[in-house]
């Protein structure tokens, strides 16, 4: 079970899908599902597209709803030259809590390295929002024995430099690229492993304090099914939930893990 200090953090990634008609149905219909005690005990985040963020950030604000407001990227600089982007001051004037940074999807389509992923980290937390670091390894990685060094290097990348107390308040998401979208998920142990080495590594590098305090979430085809028992480990304090996160069943019943554990 996660340790007290850190409330576990269940995130909603919708990808391109959804205009924000659709957005905002799907956050109505969560919203009769997920109770005040849910909220009590998990935060939920929501990271609709762009252009549906506004819609879902006027119904949170009107209706009071308690599920947080989330974005899939964004740029490193605060403005420019850069057609199509959008800077994280623009995210965070919409309310705008967490940011998913360094997706697999983003890194393997859209070339993003550790190098950007670093630079984004600094600018989303000069924004005041929380960066949800993404961080995982390739099939081919896995099974060359690489993924733990794969994984520690993408941690090591998007921490280095950063003073202890800005590393508590970061989540990374450990997601290996084979289970994202493909139905097959990491076995609870193996996740385990991965999510316990990366808190190793922070205490070896931040220290104690930033280790406990960090959020870890696992990511790749979860479902109602399988996260009572990925939250049932040790270090593993949330989910980055990709396809199961369009279902308002579905995705309630992610967020109710707690009523139905492993
Ligand atoms: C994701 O989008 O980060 C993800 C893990 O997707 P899925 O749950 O569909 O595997």
Redesign the pocket.
């Known amino acids: 079970m996660s340790s007290d200090a850190r409330k576990p953090l269940i995130s909603g ?1 919708w ?1 391109m899908h959804l205009n924000h008609f659709e957005a905002i149905q799907l956050v109505q219909k969560l919203n009769y599902l997920v109770t005040k005690e849910d909220f009590d005990a998990v935060d939920v985040s929501l990271h609709p597209p762009f252009t549906d963020i506004r819609s879902v950030q006027t119904l949170i604000e009107a209706d009071e709803l308690r599920f947080l407001l989330g974005a899939q990227h964004c740029h490193f600089e605060e403005k420019g030259a850069f057609t199509g982007e959008v800077a994280p001051s623009m995210l965070a004037k919409l309310s705008v809590k967490y940011v998913i940074v360094g ?1 697999s999807e983003r890194r393997e389509i859209f070339g993003e390295t550790d190098e950007m992923v670093a630079n984004k980290t600094t600018s989303i937390l000069k924004a005041a929002m929380t960066p949800i670091v993404c961080v995982g390894e390739t099939l081919e990685e896995r099974e060359a024995g690489s993924t733990e060094s794969k994984v520690i290097g993408q941690v090591r990348s998007a921490l280095a430099k950063r003073a202890p107390d800005t590393v508590s308040k970061l989540v990374i998401a450990y ?1 290996p690229i084979w ?3 493909t139905g097959r998920t990491a076995t609870a142990a193996d996740a385990q492993a991965v999510c316990g080495a990366i808190r190793g590594e922070v205490r070896a590098s931040h220290g104690n304090e930033a280790a406990r305090a960090l959020r870890i979430q696992y ?4 479902k109602a099914g399988n996260i009572a028992e990925l939250m049932a480990q040790p270090d593993i304090d949330g989910a ?5 996160s369009l279902d308002p069943d579905e995705f309630a019943r992610i967020v109710k893990y707690r009523l139905h554990a492993a």
Request: aromatic letters at 0%.
């Open positions: 990634n990808k997706h997601e289970a994202i979208g990511g790749g085809s979860v980055l939930v990709g396809g199961a």
